[in-house]
């Protein structure tokens, strides 16, 4: 169905003489259906006797979820969640959700990436919500050595649900590339990241 919506959308748009670079972003990907790889479809061109032609986005469909809880009550960077992994020189963007609480009002919780591979550069701005106001933290990461992404974010009560949303744009190297969200803690109190938490690439 959402082929033929494309198709009728394209054929729209040809005969009304816009171009097809014009029509709006949500026209040009599918992303119901992903390919052999994994990567969400783009769609390349209309050909009136043909339709939509499709191709790779370089860009994965899957995303990652907490189906358990995470928990951590050490100083050291420990694994959360790993994206799907993402092809070579490709550019594309990607964001988390992720609900956490601490066992203590004297923890604090420090959210870091690493990668597989050095990208040309990885952006990150992160933005918590603790409680009280935080000024969201803007990071580049062009290795592979897990780095903070955050400052350490302050438990104003114990237990209760805070949530950091992190969002990044990745200019890939040659090399294929994993990105994996870690999390730590400064070793009081217990550190739990939510069943739910999620990653993904966004087509």
């Not at 599918?30 to 790779?56: M, Q």
Request: hydrophobic fraction near 40%; include cysteine; aromatic fraction near 8%.
């Amino acid at each position: 169905m959402k082929i033929y919506a494309l198709m009728f959308t394209a054929a729209l748009a040809s005969l009304c003489g816009v171009a097809f670079a014009q029509l709006p972003p949500h026209a040009l990907h599918s992303i119901s259906n992903p390919n052999a790889a994994g990567d969400c479809y783009a769609i390349n061109s209309f050909v009136p006797s043909v339709g939509v032609v499709a191709g790779d986005s370089g860009t994965p469909c899957a995303p990652a979820f907490r189906t358990s809880a995470y928990t951590n009550a050490t100083t050291s960077f420990t694994p959360i969640l790993a994206l799907p992994p993402v092809q070579g020189a490709t550019t594309l963007r990607g964001e988390c959700t992720l609900t956490y609480s601490d066992s203590s009002t004297s923890g604090t919780a420090t959210f870091g990436i690493g990668l597989s591979a050095a990208p040309t550069d990885l952006w990150v701005t992160s933005t918590p919500t603790t409680g009280v106001f935080v000024v969201p933290t803007y990071t580049t990461i062009t290795t592979t050595t897990t780095t903070a992404v955050t400052g350490a974010l302050v438990t104003t009560a114990a237990n209760a649900n805070y949530q950091v949303y992190l969002s990044f744009s990745m200019v890939n190297a040659t090399a294929a590339n994993t990105l994996t969200v870690y999390a730590s803690t400064n070793g009081t109190g217990v550190l739990t990241v939510q069943s739910g938490s999620s990653c993904s690439w966004i087509p």
